[in-house]
């Protein structure tokens, strides 16, 4: 059976949509490298982009329709990883792995997590799914008899933390390295 290929005009239109799309993104992204969240435009956006507002509000109701875009989509990425947590082998390599990803788009998240409003905040919703997810491990291992947020929630901090010091900094990081970082901790704050 023969399926219809897209048309050559039907392509066209989808790449100048995607091209589009990362246009705006892009520019969203240098203004917040620029200045607050709160204090951009849509107007700075589309100069920037190099789009007319009536080509930015074909796509998205606003300033906030964009940004929750980008952060669903990047939700969705951190998600995926973390679905996939129970499946993996060797944990440290495989959050080495999540690292030099979460690494490759650096200037996104930096600037995703700039954006700290009632509906949009990627920093404490990615603190709260890796919580999440350390319970459930905790659950699996431990059992389900002992209330394991405050541990959770550490853990969350420490990663977090650990993550933004070396995002902002251009700092690549080994994921031993920063296992034994933080055994030094304990170990200093025991003596």
Known sequence: MNQKQPSSSSTTIDLRIQKTHK??????????GQKEYEKITV???TETALISN??????????SGLA?????????????????????SNPL?????LHDKVFAKRELILALWKIKTP???LY??????????????????YGKSKDWDFQAEIFATM???????????????????????????LQLIRV
């Open 124 to 141: 404490a919703d990615m603190q709260q799914m890796s919580k999440k997810t350390f319970i459930t491990l905790a659950q699996q291992h």
């Open 68 to 88: 929750g875009k980008m952060i669903a989509e990047f939700k969705t990425f951190y998600s995926e990883f973390l679905n996939k947590r129970e499946q993996m």
């Open 93 to 97: 390599q495989d959050l080495q792995t």
């Open 43 to 45: 107007q700075e956006i």
């Open 159 to 185: 990663l977090f933390s650990t993550w933004k010091y070396h995002l902002q900094r251009g700092l690549e990081h080994n994921v031993v390295q920063v296992w034994k970082d933080w055994e030094q901790i």
């Open 23 to 32: 246009a705006i993104q892009t520019a969203f992204i240098e203004l917040l």
């Open 119 to 121: 509906r949009h905040h």
């Open 54 to 63: 009536n080509t930015f509000y074909k796509y998205y109701a606003g300033k």
